[in-house]
């Protein structure tokens, strides 16, 4: 019998809704005078922190097309075998 596909939990709206403006404050920092002694730094952590969200949003949606091309891999953590 074959085992049923996990799906995805649901991103939170408050993750979203709440990171995108720090996030957005951050890249938007340097710009505003007096600027920050570490401006690339701010800009550094804006962008991680958009490049974090694109990946909780992307990775879940385009598993199984990875998976359904043949490019799929195990998790050697993990004590199951599905592939990822």
Do not use: C, E, Q
Not at 21 to 34: G, K, M, T
Not at 49 to 59: K, M, N, Q, Y
Not at 71 to 83: A, E
Request: aromatic share 10%; charged share 10%.
């Amino acid at each position: 019998m074959p085992s049923a596909a996990i799906r995805p939990r649901p991103l939170p709206s408050v993750l979203l809704f709440g990171l995108v403006p720090v996030a957005l404050w951050f890249i938007a920092r340097p710009l505003l005078d007096p600027a920050p002694p570490l401006s690339a730094l701010y800009v550094s952590v804006g962008f991680s922190i958009l490049s974090f969200l694109a990946t909780l949003h992307l990775i879940p949606r385009l598993g199984p097309v990875f998976v359904s091309t043949h490019l799929k891999g195990r998790d050697l953590l993990k004590v199951y075998n599905d592939p990822m």
